[in-house]
């Protein structure tokens, strides 16, 4: 099996290059549906791989996290993936959840000089990551990640049937109303936070 995966992760870099720029947030937003679940997984997976769950938090890719969690929810759900592997990919989404109460909500990816954890100092959030690691390790989780891009790509690129036409935009807009909900809330909660500093200036 080719890499289309990785395929996608280079397509959306290539572009990013070309006006650099442009936010993390802003090429995620420019995605379609396909290129967003192959970069989050891929900064995931690279990121936890290259230097623990630590370093996802860390380099910002963290602040994606509820992004995460609804991909990894997605290949759960999906009926490609093999039953045998849901029980990990449960496990999984529920370390990354737990991990990502430690972790401040609302921020934007700053890369490496961010200040991403809630309570850095306690160390806390930081010993949860590394507790992660060993058992990410031993899974086998890129090969299921390569097989959801594969499958999710072939289902967008294939002979559109009225039917399945119908199946996809309603999958799209229900995909795209769940990411302005997030970021109406995202909006809000950055308000209140400038209302707050507001206030305490006065």
């Given at each position: 099996m080719e890499s289309v995966w990785q395929d996608h992760m280079n397509a959306v870099y290539t572009k990013w290059q070309q006006n650099t720029k442009l936010p993390y947030e802003t090429v995620l937003m420019r995605c379609n549906?396909?290129?967003f679940a192959a970069v989050l997984l891929g900064n995931f997976n690279n990121q936890v791989c290259n230097?623990?769950?630590q370093q996802w938090v860390d380099n910002g890719y963290a602040t994606q996290g509820r992004?995460?969690?609804r991909i990894l929810k997605d290949i759960i759900q999906h009926p490609s993936t093999p039953s045998n592997k849901i029980d990990a990919l449960e496990s999984l989404y529920?370390?990354?959840?737990?991990l990502l109460k430690y972790v401040k909500p609302g921020l934007k990816n700053k890369g490496f000089c961010g200040d991403y954890w809630?309570?850095?100092r306690s160390k806390s959030g930081a010993a949860f990551a590394s507790e992660q690691d060993d058992w990410y390790y031993e899974q086998d989780f890129e090969?299921?990640?390569?097989?959801y891009i594969h499958e999710i790509d072939k289902e967008l690129a294939?002979?559109?049937?009225e039917i399945r036409v119908e199946k996809h935009y309603c999958h799209e807009a229900r995909f795209l109303d769940r990411r302005l909900r997030s970021l109406r809330?995202?909006?809000e909660f950055q308000l209140v936070n400038i209302r707050s500093s507001c206030k305490a200036s006065d």
């Open positions: 549906q396909v290129e230097g623990g769950f992004y995460v969690l529920k370390r990354v959840q737990k809630k309570d850095r090969e299921l990640f390569e097989c294939a002979p559109q049937l809330a995202d909006f």
